[in-house]
């Protein structure tokens, strides 16, 4: 099996709304939710994917040769490359029958353990997607990044137990899930968080903890000051605000005042070329999740595997052109950004 053999078995199977496209840019599933679309017009996912091809890399091939070496420390672990599976939940109602929460992420946790990436895992208004998943975590022996909603502080301190239980080496908040509906429902209520109530959640976790949703410089300051571990500049791949910015066009900005955060990067990012820019504006890794799911629906594991040596391949390349030979030689000399 090959890639596209791989995005064209999954149009056979991922329900009605994603198109497993060849370029997954948020156009044809704009507006589509449930499904894999954006909010409003859509505009938000496609202008993610738009703005990373309006970076453009500088070739340089008059360097030493060395051996490449694009391994990273993070989170107390080493991994292959800079590269995380992003969360997806609720799998069933946005991409069909196929796979539940369980069975989609046990296959996608595995697959990326395997080739020494992490991926984060999801979480929804039903308890059992936690469970199911966080189960998936241990049988993985916590290599992988549970995702927590912003629901009330009781409801996310019962969830970091059982993320403990799991082994789980650290854990985010997708905090821009505050725009989803069925959180502003709760009683007490769910949603934004006051930096002090981010503190106080922070000081409950035990491992690292990312704050998944920061778009601002200012945000990224509150992050900090709560006390995060990490950042992911996202804006929940346009699903929650219609005509935001993109991620490529916040990210320097927000980089400058991360301090000694971890800073990573998601949005619309579909390719190792695509890494490569986002760490010469700064960012210190990236997440990607849409190509996953049609990966896991088209191909399970062997469908991961290619997915994940096709962004490693084009990550190398990019990193041999440019004349870096390990990601502590990318610098932002290397591409020009035509916004």
Request: with cysteine.
């Amino acid at each position: 099996m090959n890639y596209k053999e791989v995005l064209e078995k999954a149009k056979t199977c991922i329900g009605p709304y994603c198109k497993a496209c060849p370029e997954c840019n948020g156009k044809a599933c704009r507006n589509q939710i449930p499904g894999p679309g954006s909010k409003g017009l859509g505009d938000t996912a496609i202008r993610n994917y738009d703005m990373w091809k309006k970076i453009r890399l500088n070739m340089d091939t008059l360097t030493d040769q060395k051996t490449l070496d694009m391994s990273v420390d993070m989170f107390g672990k080493k991994f292959s490359m800079p590269v995380f599976a992003g969360p997806a939940g609720a799998v069933k109602a946005h991409y069909g029958d196929k796979h539940n929460d369980y069975s989609y992420n046990e296959i996608l946790v595995a697959a990326c353990a395997k080739k020494n990436i992490a991926a984060f895992t999801g979480d929804g208004l039903n308890e059992s997607v936690m469970i199911e998943n966080l189960a998936v975590v241990k049988e993985a022996e916590g290599f992988a990044i549970p995702t927590v909603k912003p629901w009330n502080k009781d409801t996310v301190l019962e969830k970091f137990a059982l993320v403990e239980q799991s082994g789980a080496f650290a854990v985010a908040m997708d905090i821009d899930a505050a725009g989803l509906p069925f959180l502003k429902n709760m009683n007490p209520p769910a949603g934004s968080k006051s930096v002090e109530e981010m503190k106080e959640i922070i000081d409950g976790c035990k491992v690292p903890f990312i704050v998944k949703g920061i778009m601002t410089a200012k945000a990224a300051l509150k992050a900090r000051e709560a006390g995060a571990s990490a950042i992911v500049v996202s804006n929940h791949g346009g699903r929650v605000l219609d005509q935001c910015l993109s991620t490529a066009e916040v990210l320097e900005e927000i980089v400058q005042v991360s301090g000694d955060m971890i800073v990573l990067v998601d949005g619309g990012i579909r390719s190792g070329t695509d890494v490569f820019k986002a760490l010469a504006l700064g960012a210190d890794g990236v997440l990607i999740c849409r190509p996953f799911v049609t990966a896991v629906y088209g191909g399970a594991e062997e469908g991961v595997n290619l997915y994940i040596e096709k962004i490693k391949s084009e990550l190398e390349s990019a990193m041999q052109m440019c004349g870096a030979y390990s990601l502590e030689d990318i610098s932002r000399d290397m591409v020009t950004v035509k916004f």
